[in-house]
Nanobody, 115 residues
């Protein structure tokens, strides 16, 4: 069981990126998937979760593609403060711990936004 975040890179301020989270050995259908980021010297923060109350948070949008077993994070109008390592993680899809507990984490993908 593995998760892999990909799609990071270097962009200029105002640019866009779409990150992908793919799974090996299991289907996302039965799990919530969250996107997180950790900037240098800062604590990790949650961005969005597939089964949360919103699929959009400001400039960021989360989506699932069931056929591709992939979860995406679309990021628009990127700013230097968005520079971070971005991670995806899975947890229970139903119940009180949905989008609250995450058990499996992928290796992150680095996003660097230059001014």
């Amino acid at each position: 069981v593995q998760l892999q975040a990909s799609g990071g890179g270097s962009v200029e301020t105002g640019g866009s990126l779409t990150l992908s989270c793919t799974a090996s050995g299991f289907r996302f259908d039965f799990y919530s998937v969250g996107w997180f980021r950790q900037a240098p010297g800062k604590e990790r923060e949650e961005i969005l979760c597939t089964d949360g109350s919103d699929a959009v948070k400001g400039r960021f949008t989360i989506s699932r593609d069931k056929d591709k077993n992939t979860v995406y994070l679309r990021m628009n109008s990127l700013r230097p403060e968005d520079t971070a390592v971005y991670y995806c993680a899975t947890g229970p899809r139903w119940g009180t711990e949905s989008c609250r507990r995450f058990d499996t984490w992928g290796q992150g993908t680095l996003v660097t936004v230059s001014s």
